[in-house]
């Protein structure tokens, strides 16, 4: 199963990882970050550095370490682009070459209910209304974690362009229900290419209980 393949573009390599077998050994620059990490925490962050390193590898571009930069940021390797996910039962990464995805932003969730208070925490008034119409039309997904999931994808895209923070409330999530989502910044946004963006566009699906959402910003 990779749903990551499902919602980027064939530009992006992905892998997906349903659990933390044989994920080997850390590459030395990548160990610090774990150091003193949980187990568990340290068993989420090797898979997803091999999901990445994997995901690398098919790309064609150099796999040996994946290190943690800025924010806690993935640093990749010179002229790529990339987005590491992981939740309980889930680890993916997406990569890409810049010259033809600018950034990309992956994010997966357990599709289920938000704990209680978390979405007033993370949206609007006016996009509680939103799933609450998409909620009449499909039951069967659980909006409120997908919004929750895009907006992480968001950030993901965000950051690697512009180095700032991105919070909940600065950008409005609109999901269709047609698989499809869309994120209107409300603050000023990064310049690509010449040209100043002020939304990115993105997809979602849920599969085999998860909800898996991203964004690839092609060139």
């Known amino acids: 199963m990779n749903p990551l393949a499902a919602v980027l573009p064939t530009s992006v390599a992905t892998v997906v990882r349903l659990d933390d077998d044989s994920a080997g050994p850390l590459h030395p620059t990548e160990e610090p970050a774990v150091a003193k990490a949980v187990d568990s925490r ?89 799933l609450a119409s998409l909620a009449a039309r499909r039951p069967d997904v659980h909006w409120d974690r997908l919004l929750f999931s895009a907006k992480e994808s968001v950030y993901k895209t965000w950051f690697p362009l512009t180095g700032r923070w991105l919070g909940f409330e600065e950008a409005v999530l609109t999901p269709g229900a047609d698989g499809t989502f869309r994120a209107e910044l409300l603050v000023p946004g990064p310049v690509v290419d010449g040209v100043a963006v002020g939304e990115f566009r993105g997809r979602w699906t849920v599969a085999d209980g998860f909800v898996v959402t991203a964004i690839a910003l092609e060139a």
Do not use: N, Y
Not at 75 to 84: E, K, L, M, N, Y
Not at 108 to 115: I, K
């Open 42 to 130: 340290r068993a989420e962050f090797t898979t997803g550095r091999a999901c990445a390193r994997d995901a690398l590898a098919a790309l064609g571009a150099p796999a040996d370490a994946v290190p943690v930069g800025e924010k806690r940021s993935p640093v990749w390797p010179d002229g790529v682009v990339g987005s590491i996910t992981h939740t309980k039962g889930f680890r993916g990464a997406a990569v890409a070459f810049a010259d033809v995805v600018r950034s990309v932003g992956i994010d997966a969730e357990q599709h289920d209910v938000l704990p209680e208070g978390v979405l007033e925490a993370v949206s609007s008034e006016s996009e509680r209304a939103v």
